[in-house]
């Protein structure tokens, strides 16, 4: 199961290929050079190869050989699709040569400072801060097993022509500029990265929610349709939730760029929701990575009721009286009207009002005795509507029987 580059522990290894072979990297920091922006730093657990600092023996960092090989022979080693990813960020550093001030240098791969490295130095400025795992990189080894000294991006304010480096005991040193020693490059990924079972680090796009609707939408008196898509640019399988309230009301898997309509709320289901605050959610995932969930808030006002029988009870004969009883708690201030018809399938039926004999208990005496329908039929219609309280009630069955 493929996790999140930002859930990988500290420490931790994962893999990425240099020239088509799969090297190992450490997990260093989440959220580095600033925490919360999204990047995670990752550090080579071996140092490529030994190289000089600077051609020219000078300190200047930003336009030292290792800089330069970091940036562009290295750099072009890893694959495209991760190339892609790595992103310049704002490192702290000393520009070195007699400029001794702590600024920020632009790149994409670079080398750790001492700093970093959790160590310190009489003329080695503060160029950030300790790494957490800062105790694991101090000594750098080949991929031999054998442990090196490993160049630091930090020049010495001592002088022009040396850079810090660790040594193989991890103590901080320094060395000339034109000393040959452990490049070891250090680069930033999007932490939305997925790493899979093996380690290896793979480029995922994470599935998106296409919804133009509000995220308010106020007072629903009935049914209605929230209409969505789902894409996914690398065309992976995508998992769709969907929650009201945060109960999962249905999981399914949607064809890419097909509307979908949200189940819960639509006509046929909205009877089911209390009245009150709701939220919706929509959430989707292609088992990578997961898409920026869809949270739509409204507020079910439904405050009357409508019941009739949608099929009328046939009659042999024509009906004379009836008596109902209605089960359930309809507030004393409700505003509620009872019907009832002996002709109900004549286009217009006669309704007559039978809401007094049921408060009473009583049966009721048709009035009406004609029909232009070819049967007699019976039905009753009730609509109650909540009053100034503003108490609901309920239905909970009617029950009765015609002559």
């Known amino acids: 199961m493929a996790t999140l580059l930002s859930e990988k522990a500290l420490g931790s290894i994962v893999k990425l290929k240099e020239n088509g072979v799969a090297q190992e990297f450490y997990v260093a920091k989440h959220g580095y050079p600033t925490s919360g922006n999204g990047r995670t730093l990752l550090v080579r657990r ?15 960092y930003a336009s030292c050989a290792l800089d330069s090989w970091f940036n562009n022979t290295y750099y072009n080693l890893l694959d495209a699709d991760i190339k892609a ?34 160590r310190t130095a ?21 991929s031999s097993g054998s442990a090196v000294v490993q160049w630091t991006r930090s020049p010495s304010t001592g002088g022009t022509n040396s850079a810090y480096c660790l040594g193989t005991g991890g103590g901080v040193g320094n060395g ?32 998106v929610i296409n ?21 996914d640019a690398d065309g992976d399988a995508v998992t769709v939730t969907e929650k009201l309230d945060n109960v999962v009301q249905r999981t399914f898997a949607p064809a890419l760029g097909e509307t979908q309509q949200f189940q819960a709320v ?5 009877q089911t929701i209390l009245n009150g605050d709701h939220t919706i959610t929509i959430e989707a995932t292609d088992g990578k990575a997961a898409a920026a969930p869809v949270n739509v808030t409204f507020s079910k006002a439904v405050h009357s009721a409508s019941i009739t029988l949608s099929t009328p009870l046939a009659a ?35 309704w007559e009002n039978i809401k007094p004999a049921i408060q009473s208990g009583y049966n009721f005496v048709f009035s009406n005795k004609t029909k232009t329908a070819e049967n007699w039929g019976v039905n009753f219609r009730i609509e109650v509507t909540r009053g100034p309280s503003n108490t609901g009630g309920y239905i909970y069955a009617i029950e009765g029987g015609f002559q």
């Open 46 to 60: 071996y140092i490529y190869d030994t190289r000089q600092w600077h051609t020219s023996n000078v300190n200047a």
């Open 85 to 118: 990813q790595i992103a310049a960020v704002a490192i702290p550093y000393t520009p070195g040569n007699g400029n001794n001030s702590v600024t920020t240098l632009s790149r994409k791969v670079f080398a750790l400072s001492v700093t970093e490295l959790g």
């Open 122 to 142: 009489s003329y080695a400025n503060v160029e950030g801060s300790a790494l957490p795992i800062a105790s694991t990189l101090q000594i750098a080894y080949n």
């Open 176 to 207: 000339y500029c034109t000393d040959a020693y452990g490049a070891r490059p250090a680069f930033t990924l999007p932490s939305s990265l997925s790493v899979s079972d093996d380690g290896s680090v793979t480029v995922n796009t994470a599935p």
């Open 211 to 231: 919804y133009s609707g509000g995220s308010a939408l106020g007072d629903k008196t009935e049914g209605f349709t929230l209409n969505y898509s789902v894409s």
């Open 266 to 270: 639509l006509p046929a289901n909205f």
């Open 316 to 350: 042999d004969d024509m009906p004379t009286a009836i008596r109902l009883s209605i089960t359930g708690d309809i507030p004393d201030d409700a505003v509620w009207t009872a019907e009832v018809c002996n002709n109900a399938y004549d286009a217009s039926p006669t």
